[in-house]
């Protein structure tokens, strides 16, 4: 074969570095795969705490002088309402439902500690874990002659509440916003009235707290 | 180009672990308080029918509302069943429940099971089903209080294995048998 001298000598490219390619291909997997694992933690944290702050309550009994979570939920009539909304005075944070017997024996003892404390600074709320709608619940609350704010709950908000696996469990929240006690389950009216005066008398004259 | 690759299979793993951090918060279900007891093999021949009894039983110290709770607002204990193609779940069967009070409302009488209690149904495969094993998949739905506290409504997963075999011939329509070209009157 011969070579024609006028003919421009044609020049080869160089050659690429022979890992270049693949380095570049797995630079680009790697980035990827840490926006999709950043987006998936960023959403994780942002479903736990949606409409909510704060640490989440342990599950367990060691919750007390610990800041109450905030949270914001709708109330029975459609309005929002915050924890940090209340602070100043004690809170009685039940959570409950319609379909959950023990929590029926204690809805009148709720009212009836409702119209007693309320003058001293106490609010019962009244958490509805139902899958109903709210119009449901509001019946239900009519019928039982509910005197309380009655919200409806989330499992995002009784997570931050360590879960709360059983119905009833209660929350009594002092003025500063700390949980004073936890109690599960079902409990006798006496009980409940010396939680509520556990509760009031806790951050009396300070509202500075954790909701 | 080792190394890239090495990278990338970490950030593989990395996004595993975070998936998996994610379908553990997916999975949270609360504790099991009913459990189903393993089912024989029903065997069934197509076009025919069969009962399959499917044993639970609540653990100590709980109850779970009846399939008639007496109740609008208690939920009620409901088989749901998923069976495949060509074989149908009919004619599910409660047990009635135990009319019993409790502490929290001595006055009230709730329907309830407790302890163990079946769940019937009849298993009726198509005429055309081939035969073979199939599985079928269901889970009951109950909703379980103790003395003191009542827990969201939950679900216990159920399975159990048909054996379908073949249907029974068609009888044909008799007819009338043709003249023997023997017989001479």
């Known amino acids: ?211 | 180009m080792k190394n890239g690759w090495r990278i990338a299979l970490g950030s593989i793993a990395l996004l595993g672990l975070a998936a998996a951090q994610q379908l553990g918060d997916l999975s949270r279900h609360p504790v099991p308080r009913v459990a189903a007891a393993p089912v024989s093999v029903v065997s069934v021949r197509a076009g025919s029918t069969a009962t399959v009894h499917l044993p639970f039983r609540v653990a100590p110290g709980f109850h779970i509302n009846s399939h008639q709770p007496g109740s609008e607002l208690l939920i009620p204990t409901v088989l749901h069943m998923d069976p495949p193609t060509d074989i149908a779940i009919a004619k599910v069967e409660y047990p009635a429940g135990k009319e019993l009070s409790f502490d929290f409302a001595p006055e009230e009488k709730l329907n309830v099971y407790a302890g163990e209690f079946d769940v019937s149904a009849m298993v009726r495969p198509t005429r055309n089903t081939s035969p073979g094993r199939y599985r079928v998949r269901g889970n009951l739905k109950y909703q379980a209080c103790d003395d003191r506290a009542c827990y969201p409504p939950a679900q216990v997963p159920i399975a159990f294995d048909v054996q379908v075999q073949k249907a029974p011939a068609t009888r044909r329509a008799r007819r009338n048998p043709p003249a023997s070209p023997h017989i001479h009157q």
């Open chain 1, 1 to 211: 074969m011969e070579v024609d001298p006028n003919q421009p000598v044609q020049e080869m490219p160089p050659a690429p570095p022979p890992d270049d390619g693949g380095n570049r291909s797995a630079i680009i997997i790697v980035v990827v795969i840490l926006v999709v694992t950043g987006m998936l933690i960023a959403g994780r944290h942002m479903a736990r705490n949606g409409g909510s702050a704060g640490t989440p309550v342990p599950a367990g009994n060691n919750v007390k002088g610990a800041a109450a979570p905030d949270f914001e939920l709708t109330t029975l009539d459609g309005k929002k309402l915050r924890l940090s909304d209340l602070r100043g005075k004690a809170v009685l944070l039940n959570f409950w439902a319609t379909w959950c017997g023990p929590c029926k024996i204690e809805i009148p003892w709720l009212e009836d500690l409702q119209k007693q404390y309320a003058p001293q600074g106490l609010q019962i709320v009244g958490v509805s874990m139902d899958d109903d709608p709210p119009a449901k619940v509001a019946k239900f609350a009519q019928d039982q002659g509910i005197n309380y704010t009655v919200v409806m709950g989330n499992d995002k908000v009784a997570d931050l509440y360590g879960g709360v696996d059983g119905l009833p469990e209660t929350f009594y929240i002092g003025r500063d916003g700390k949980i004073v006690n936890r109690v599960m389950g079902l409990v006798g009216h006496k009980e409940i009235e010396e939680n509520i005066q556990s509760a009031l008398k806790q951050g009396a004259g300070s509202t500075a707290g954790g909701q």
